[in-house]
Structures are given as structure tokens and as C-alpha cells.
């Protein structure tokens, strides 16, 4: 049983040794020309995805929790007689400040 434990793990680590490759940044050895040249290929990829896929979603989000917290703020003034206005105007403001990031956020990043 311990033989066949030990054969066994040296059976993975001879796989992995040889279907590992080694990693040269561009021949030369220059880690940092490497990621900058893959960050300057993926910029725009990475701004167009954020731009129109990570916004909307946080947009749609906070859109659907402000409506379902002022709809619960106005049954509980209904209830209650006293109308709270802290959470939905937290969440009116984060709103506001996911809907206009996206004019902001790339000059505060330099792209």
C-alpha cells in the first residue's frame, strides 16, 4: 500500500515536470516589458467589458434594491406614520455615483 502511494505520487510529479514548460518573458528575461505590452494589448478590452457589462449590472442592482427599499420605507411611513429616509438616499446616492463612474473612472486611471 505505501509502495504503491509512493509510486504513485512520483508518477504525478513526473507528469507535471515534463508537461511543464518554462516561462521566458519575451526571451530576454524583462518581466516588466512583458506586462506592460499585455496590459497595452488588454486595456481596451478590459475598459470595453467594464464598461459595458460591470456598470449595468451594479446599475440594475442598486436600481432594483433603491425601488424595493423606498416601496418598504413608504409602507412603513404608512404603518408607522414616519418616513425614513436614510437607506433609500444612501442607496439614491451610490446610484448616482455607479451611473456617472464610468466618465470619471478612466481619467482617474490614466486610460
Keep these: ?7 504513485s505520487l512520483l508518477a504525478v510529479i513526473l507528469v507535471l515536470a515534463v508537461i511543464t514548460v518554462p516561462v521566458f518573458a519575451a ?3 524583462d518581466v516588466s516589458g512583458a506586462v ?5 494589448t488588454a486595456r481596451t478590452q478590459i475598459k470595453s ?3 459595458n457589462v460591470v456598470f ?3 446599475d440594475l442592482i442598486l436600481a432594483v434594491f433603491f425601488f ?3 416601496g418598504s420605507a413608504y409602507f412603513d411611513y404608512r404603518k408607522s406614520g414616519q418616513f425614513e429616509w436614510t437607506a433609500p438616499a444612501i442607496l439614491f446616492g451610490c446610484l448616482i455615483f455607479v ?10 486611471l490614466g486610460m
Design 1 to 7: 500500500m505505501k509502495i504503491k502511494r509512493i509510486l
Design 99 to 108: 451611473l456617472t463612474a464610468p466618465t470619471y473612472l478612466w481619467g482617474i
Design 36 to 40: 506592460e505590452s499585455t496590459w497595452t
Design 56 to 58: 449595468p449590472v451594479l
Design 68 to 70: 424595493v427599499k423606498l
Design 27 to 29: 526571451g530576454t528575461g
Design 49 to 51: 467589458v467594464v464598461n
